[in-house]
């Protein structure tokens, strides 16, 4: 990748870890709330449906002045993280993953509920009378026929946390090398002189990175299907 330069080259290998962990820190919870969702009949079920997808329609900036509240140094939960486990989030890198993985959420836990929800009960049933506990159940049925909905929900949260811009910058800053990612790289560049061609050269590669997220959830998702299709028969 001769055409980048070094800093590039770090831009973007820190935007990859930045949604990779963010990624993976809110799979498992994504997994469970779009279980409790689909399947689920309890009080406050919309309240947790809509909190579930603020972060879509609030502004980022919201999103991130929030996180600097409770997870900044001198926030209640910040304060308790770096005094007892000496975890910080503001102004490090991790703070930009706890931001993506928060505005990727929604999408995640959307395409992963609606996969739970097209899985047909009458199997879940059948395992359970079989003596399969609830847990078993979903970890043998459920989950396996809701591959494609994860599948769908991972990439789509990786390529929204690519992008994330407005609450990292607020909650974590722009600081080169820790938390720099591809969006306030750009942004940086389009308000210094000659920093064009830069700022062009990150917004392609962060436009062919999406591309390939989606373009992979989309050849994914279908090869889950027809090898579900195939085993059905």
């Known amino acids: 990748m001769g055409w980048l330069s070094a800093d590039e080259l770090g831009i973007i290998l820190l935007?990859?870890?930045v949604a990779a962990v963010s990624?993976?820190?809110?799979?498992?919870?994504?997994?469970l709330v779009a279980y409790v969702l689909a399947r689920g009949r309890f009080p406050g079920k919309?309240?947790?449906?809509?909190?579930?997808?603020?972060?879509?329609?609030?502004?980022?900036?919201?999103?991130g002045f929030a996180l600097l509240?409770?997870?900044?140094?001198?926030?209640?939960?910040?304060?308790l993280l770096s005094e007892h486990f000496g975890i910080v989030f503001a102004f490090r890198w991790t703070g930009a993953a706890l931001a993506a993985g928060i505005m990727g959420f929604p999408l995640m836990v959307r395409a992963i509920r609606l996969s739970i929800e097209g899985v047909d009960r009458r199997l879940e049933t059948a395992a359970r009378t079989l003596g399969g506990a609830r847990l078993w159940v979903f970890a043998s049925v459920t989950l396996p026929l809701a591959i494609p909905g994860l599948i769908t929900g991972v990439l789509l949260s990786f390529a929204r946390s690519l992008g994330e811009f407005g609450?990292?910058?607020?909650?974590?800053?722009?600081?080169?090398?820790?938390?720099e990612?591809?969006?306030?790289?750009?942004?940086?560049?389009?308000?210094v002189p000659g920093g064009d061609?830069?700022?062009?050269?990150?917004?392609?590669?962060?436009?062919a990175l999406s591309a390939v997220a989606l373009a992979a959830s989309q050849w994914l998702s279908g090869s889950a299907r027809r090898?579900?299709?195939?085993?059905?028969?």
């Not at 990612?181 to 308000?191: G, R, V």
């Open 197 to 207: 061609a830069q700022a062009l050269r990150l917004s392609l590669v962060a436009v």
């Open 15 to 17: 935007s990859l870890r």
């Open 69 to 79: 509240v409770l997870f900044g140094k001198h926030g209640p939960i910040g304060r």
């Open 167 to 179: 609450a990292t910058i607020t909650f974590v800053s722009n600081i080169p090398g820790e938390t």
């Open 46 to 63: 919309t309240l947790l449906d809509v909190a579930v997808h603020l972060p879509l329609v609030l502004p980022p900036v919201v999103i």
């Open 227 to 233: 090898g579900g299709r195939d085993d059905r028969r």
């Open 23 to 31: 990624v993976l820190g809110s799979l498992p919870l994504a997994v």
């Open 181 to 191: 990612t591809l969006p306030l790289a750009i942004y940086s560049f389009t308000q």
